[in-house]
Nanobody, 118 residues
């Protein structure tokens, strides 16, 4: 079992920054054992979409809409995955969820709300 708890969301003006955190816990040895971690977001009336992903080896991938503005990282010692979001836009407004893929199972956090005002 893997539990994910997101934090760091809030209200920010366009052009501002936020850093989201995803605390990972469960019956695994360390975060390094979880190969694929990712951040997804779901805006009102829209489907959930991938924002950024990171492997245990540090390889990253990003949605085109956030490339150059967002950065995903992981701290295996702290069992935490981060999403640094800069130059935020109103269209980034969404609930941001953390996802872990572990032994073929997918685990989700409940999400944290990010609201970007114009």
């Amino acid at each position: 079992q893997v539990q994910l708890v997101e934090s760091g969301g809030g209200l920010v003006q366009a052009g501002g920054s936020l850093r989201l955190s995803c605390a990972v816990s469960g019956s695994f040895f360390s975060l390094n054992a979880i190969n694929d971690m990712g951040w997804y977001r779901q805006a009102p009336g829209k489907q959930r979409e991938l924002v950024a992903g990171i492997t245990s080896g540090g390889s990253t991938n990003y949605a085109d809409s956030v490339k150059g503005r967002f950065s995903i990282s992981r701290d295996n010692a702290k069992n935490t995955v981060y999403l640094q979001m800069n130059s935020l836009k109103p269209e980034d407004t969404a609930v941001y969820h953390c996802k872990a893929s572990y032994y073929g199972m997918h685990y989700w956090g409940k999400g944290t709300l990010v609201t970007v005002s114009s």
